[in-house]
């Protein structure tokens, strides 16, 4: 295709998502689960045809050479795919945030006034590689009455067609609006240009990918992004760390599963407890089969390859972890707010000060007191399934559910008060 027969396709996704987001506004909540519960049961009943498509993409994945853990990311099951369905449900369940009442108050003049929650209105998601984004973006959007238009990855388009076909005929049957889900169904680079040039029709963008694609929505963009950056998590194990604690946390939030946003990239140690401490967290990795790129100080204690300074900066999203020692709780703030991507930060201590220290040093979305990073996900929030974790501070932070989705409006009723 064409860049010109690129765009005038995608404005016309954006034209249809703009009408359907008035007709999405005006469903009741019982309709909106109605219709989602009928989703996850068309996603169950066309298995076999999202895992076949599936299983082209990887065969694609493999032969371009895309590396294990992004393999990991894109590769479906029955499992999974049921998993997806019962997401699905998940988000039927929970509460519906639109038409809720924030504040109200009355005026002097008796003009009462309401802050209520009401729909974003047309939602772009551009993602790249697991394909269960593809529900999770759609079907969260939907909830909260946002129309969306997703651009998946060429990585994952058979995968991603055949979950947006199967919640399109499941919500269609049960009453959802046409046009209300859309899925770009071409991978032509300039499709991503084209969404960024759609303000008229689109009111926000949501990227979640690498740096590289966020970057580039960033710069081309002409309406607001929320962007999801690197996550280059840390976890500082402070001189009052219980070391049983300090290992399990580290382990779980490293190795439980490697390539993901919130798994831990970097280990601080303080200096205090670095050779009573660190000799048994670095055994316990290399169980795990994680490489260790050590500072200095670190490498006098344990074996680890020298690390350099663009590794403190890196997320790695494999088995690889730099670890530096610090000789302060200061010390390792200023670390991570110079060197992080403001996503997730643990402190492992028994030190309550020392925790509310951290707490309220570190510049970043989630902060944890002796809970691993791989926590960070709005599913372990109770938010349900989330359409990811914002390093923003305007106007949603961390993971993003129901409620980072809407907007507000004032409500205001009255008998004829005037200005005059």
């Given at each position: 295709m064409t860049d010109a027969e690129v765009f005038s396709a995608v404005e016309t996704l954006a034209r249809n998502a703009r009408a359907a987001a008035h007709r999405l506004s005006q469903l009741s909540t019982e309709q909106k689960n109605a219709i989602l519960l009928a989703m996850a049961k068309e996603l169950r009943a066309r298995t076999p045809e999202i895992l076949a498509a599936n299983a082209l993409d990887l065969e694609a994945g493999e032969a371009k050479g895309l590396s294990k853990p992004m393999l990991e990311r894109l590769k479906l099951d029955a499992k999974k795919v049921d998993a997806i369905a019962g997401g699905i449900e998940q988000v039927a369940a929970l509460p519906d945030p639109v038409g809720q009442v924030m504040e109200e108050w009355t005026r002097p003049n008796g003009m009462r006034l309401q802050q209520v929650r009401v729909p974003i209105g047309t939602i772009g998601i551009i993602f790249e590689s697991r394909p269960n984004v593809t529900s999770d973006a759609a079907v969260l959007c939907f909830k909260t009455g946002n129309a969306t238009i997703l651009r998946g990855g060429s990585e994952a388009i058979h995968s991603n067609r055949a979950i947006a076909a199967a919640l399109q005929t499941g919500g269609e049957a049960a009453g959802l609006p046409e046009h209300s889900i859309q899925l770009v169904p071409f991978t032509d680079r300039?499709?991503?240009?084209?969404?960024?040039?759609?303000?008229?029709?689109?009111?926000?963008?949501?990227?979640?990918?690498?740096?590289?694609?966020?970057?580039?929505?960033?710069?081309?963009?002409?309406?607001?992004?929320?962007?999801?950056?690197?996550?280059?998590?840390?976890?500082?194990?402070?001189?009052?760390?219980?070391?049983?604690?300090?290992?399990?946390?580290?382990?779980?939030?490293?190795?439980?599963?490697?390539?993901?946003?919130?798994?831990?990239?970097?280990l601080l140690v303080h200096a205090a407890v670095a050779e009573s401490h660190l000799p048994a967290i670095a055994a316990a990795l290399r169980e795990k089969g994680v490489e260790l790129r050590g500072c200095e100080r670190t490498r006098a204690i344990i074996d680890a390859v020298p690390a350099t300074e663009e590794d403190w900066e890196t997320e790695y999203l494999d088995l690889i972890l730099s670890v530096k020692i610090v000789d302060s709780l200061e010390e390792a703030v200023e670390h991570i707010n110079a060197h992080g991507s403001h996503h997730t930060e643990c402190i492992v201590t028994a030190d309550d000060a020392a925790a509310n220290a951290f707490l309220s040093g570190c510049d970043s979305a989630c902060v944890f007191h002796n809970v691993s990073t791989r926590l960070a996900d709005g599913e372990e929030f109770g938010f349900g399934a989330e359409i990811g974790i914002s390093t923003d501070k305007l106007h949603a932070r961390g993971p993003m559910g129901l409620r980072e989705l809407t907007s507000y409006q004032y409500r205001v009723r009255g008998e004829g008060q005037t200005k005059g």
């Open positions: 300039s499709s991503v240009s084209a969404l960024c040039q759609m303000d008229k029709w689109l009111d926000l963008i949501i990227p979640r990918g690498g740096k590289g694609l966020i970057e580039t929505v960033v710069s081309q963009a002409r309406m607001p992004v929320i962007k999801h950056y690197d996550g280059i998590c840390h976890l500082f194990v402070d001189k009052a760390a219980d070391l049983d604690m300090a290992i399990k946390l580290t382990v779980d939030s490293k190795t439980q599963k490697t390539g993901v946003c919130n798994a831990l990239e970097t």
